[in-house]
């Protein structure tokens, strides 16, 4: 598969400091929401993307962890930074849903992890396996994030 302008930028970003600061700005700008996190995208490559979420003041809940909705902003930065480096170019997708299980407390810096098996990319429903961890590998939410894959409109 050629390089599309995800894995190009990392490649060209990940050539200076704090590239992966960088790297998470220039996707936080694509769709602005996802700098409410102030995400680090630590790996992206076809089929995975990880995303570093610090625990900090402006993504804590009342009780000083981080709240849930920062977590599922951070899965979703990661899903969708995978599926732009990974869908075949005669392809398009759109998130149809989100099914999280909150199984642990959040109180440390957050991994967010989105992860498909290349050959999944193919017309319909297609699950991506969506997973937060904390920093004892604790996984503390778990799910997954629909896509509706179709063919892009010949033009």
């Known amino acids: 598969m050629a390089e599309n302008y995800v894995l190009r930028t990392q490649r060209l970003l990940s050539k200076l400091p704090f590239s992966s600061w960088l790297f998470g700005k220039v996707i936080s700008r694509r769709a602005p929401y996802f700098g409410t996190i102030t995400p680090r995208i630590t790996q992206v490559i076809p089929g995975k993307c990880e995303c570093l979420i610090r625990k900090r003041r402006g993504v804590e809940n009342h009780i000083g962890t981080v ?4 977590i599922a902003n951070g899965l979703e930065m ?11 170019r005669h392809l398009r997708w759109i998130p149809k849903g989100m099914t999280l299980d909150y199984t642990a ?7 967010c992890v989105a992860e498909v098996d290349q050959s999944a990319w193919q017309v319909g429903d297609m699950p991506v ?8 590998d604790t996984v503390v939410v778990k799910g997954s994030i629909n896509l509706w894959i179709s063919e892009k409109p010949s033009k």
């Open 67 to 70: 709240h849930v909705i920062a």
């Open 105 to 111: 407390k959040a109180g440390s810096d957050i991994r």
């Open 129 to 136: 396996t969506v997973t937060a961890l904390d920093d004892n």
């Open 78 to 88: 990661a899903m969708g930074t995978m599926a732009e480096a990974s869908i075949p």
